[in-house]
T-cell receptor
Framework: DTGVSQNPRHKITKRGQNVTFRCDPISEHNRLYWYRQTLGQGPEFLTYFQNEAQLEKSRLLSDRFSAERPKGSFSTLEIQRTEQGDSAMYLC???????????????FGSGTQLSVL | QKEVEQNSGPLSVPEGAIASLNCTYSDRGSQSFFWYRQYSGKSPELIMFIYSNGDKEDGRFTAQLNKASQYVSLLIRDSQPSDSATYLCAVNRSFQKLVFGTGTRLLVSP
């Protein structure tokens, strides 16, 4: 399977616990995005990377959230001290930005459904 | 004002009819426009993209863009029950993130 891979598919945790999600993008893609989606809403941008550099973070991303993309390959999203409001589908997407054109198409993984009890 | 606005629906059409989905955006600097389809419990799947004013056709799908009026639409011809899903409109400026609307739920009845 050469698509975007996310693990785990589901995560149930208790409030206050830390969780970490992993995303493996399509191998030749240089951009990697994290979005969050709640029921009845469209995906909300969280952050994105160009290779290993984190270029933008949304104001939605509180200090409890951190994302990394070491070596420009896979990425991890960590949420510390989870709250019930963090319950959502966390989507990872990757794209190939050719020569800075910016008109790239995003390909999404299956997402990680987080439930905070 | 939301950056990307869509009617949440549901939009109900009979099988074989044309479904028309609309989207407006607020940023006049937007350059790329995308339509994603999302089945319940699944991740978004890219189905159409358009960069220039006018129409772009791909099979049963036609995307229409009018930058002066800041709207983009998606027409689905010969709608099938399998087209029942939420359709997400997304826009971006060059070098920047993709911004999504809330989606329009389409129901195609047999």
């Amino acid at each position: 399977d050469t698509g975007v891979s996310q693990n785990p598919r589901h995560k149930i945790t208790k409030r206050g616990q830390n969780v970490t999600f992993r995303c493996d993008p399509i191998s030749e893609h240089n951009r990697l995005y994290w979005y969050r989606q709640t029921l009845g809403q469209g995906p909300e941008f969280l952050t994105y990377f160009q290779n290993e550099a984190q270029l933008e973070k949304s104001r939605l991303l509180s200090d409890r959230f951190s994302a990394e993309r070491p070596k420009g390959s896979f990425s991890t999203l960590e949420i510390q001290r989870t709250e019930q409001g963090d319950s959502a589908m966390y989507l990872c997407a990757s794209s190939l930005d050719i020569m800075g054109q910016g008109n790239e198409k995003l390909f999404f993984g299956s997402g990680t459904q987080l439930s905070v009890l | 004002q939301k950056e990307v606005e869509q009617n949440s629906g549901p939009l109900s059409v009979p099988e074989g009819a044309i479904a028309s989905l609309n989207c407006t955006y607020s940023d006049r600097g937007s350059q790329s426009f995308f339509w994603y389809r999302q089945y319940s419990g699944k991740s978004p799947e890219l189905i159409m993209f358009i960069y220039s004013n006018g129409d772009k056709e791909d099979g049963r799908f036609t995307a229409q863009l009018n930058k002066a009026s800041q709207y983009v639409s998606l027409l689905i011809r010969d709608s099938q029950p399998s087209d029942s899903a939420t359709y997400l409109c997304a826009v971006n400026r060059s070098f920047q993130k993709l911004v999504f609307g809330t989606g329009t739920r389409l129901l195609v009845s047999p």
